[in-house]
């Protein structure tokens, strides 16, 4: 997979992320080099980044140089499923890239506490460690890599950690078609009583992921405490 060194400016649109959602503490899961926690902690945020990557640094610098290049051959081999309206153009991205990847290494040398090694399904935090939890180009668009299972199992995960998730996109990489699983596990999430809301996004590259799933998670119960089967 990518290590990938996405802009903060992407993550606020793909994400539909307002000021008011990057106020408490947030979890940028599977960051790879991306400069979102060097952009929103230096305005005064509280984000912390974890990647598996982060257990070598010397190999993730390596792989921040070139994964644009992989990157961009993605887009070549599907270039008809792509398009270039929100960027503007493809020199316009490259400029965010580059910048996000500065802002990343200088924040790496300058902070490490922030970055920290770790994966899903089972992420080295604390039970309701986070506020909210974005994961961005990892779940669901690697489906053809990580399962059903795996999907549950990360979500799960996610909403252990944080009260309120969220993720984009919600299609295959490259061609983007559907994820077949997606569904089952929304409707398995419902059943558990979170919140679940697709919620289309500001943001256009890919055709057909203009979607973020947002999941917020139902209210903790008391130790002895019985939840109401009716609640959601």
């Known amino acids: 997979m990518l290590v990938t060194s996405r802009h903060v400016d992407e993550y606020r ?3 539909d992320l307002t000021d008011d959602d990057l106020a408490g503490r947030v979890l940028d899961c599977s960051a790879g080099a991306s400069g979102f926690a060097a952009a929103v902690n230096a305005a005064g945020g509280d984000v912390t980044a974890v ?3 982060y257990d070598d640094l010397d190999a993730l610098r390596a792989a921040a140089a070139r994964s644009e290049a992989d990157g961009a051959a993605i887009v070549a081999a599907h270039d008809q ?3 270039w309206a929100w960027y503007g153009t493809p020199e316009r991205r490259q400029a965010l890239r580059d910048e996000a990847r500065r802002a990343f290494l200088a924040d790496l040398d300058a902070c490490p506490e922030r970055y920290v090694a770790g994966s899903l399904p089972a992420l080295p935090f604390d039970d309701d460690a986070f506020d909210l939890a974005v994961c961005s180009h990892l779940l669901f668009t690697w489906a053809h ?3 059903a299972a795996f999907h549950r199992a990360a979500l799960a995960e996610l909403l252990r ?3 309120e998730v969220r993720v984009f996109p919600l299609v295959h990489q490259g061609a983007g078609a559907p994820v ?3 569904p089952v596990l929304l409707d398995e999430l419902r059943g558990q009583g979170h919140g679940v809301e697709i919620r289309r996004v500001p943001y256009t590259f890919q ?4 979607r973020a799933l947002v999941l917020r998670r139902r209210p903790r119960t008391a130790p002895g405490e019985v939840q109401h089967p009716d609640l959601r």
């Open 51 to 53: 990647d598996p990557a």
């Open 207 to 210: 055709v057909g992921a203009d």
């Open 161 to 163: 950690v944080a009260r």
């Open 145 to 147: 890599l990580f399962d």
């Open 81 to 83: 499923r792509f398009t």
């Open 13 to 15: 649109a793909f994400l």
């Open 180 to 182: 077949e699983f997606l």
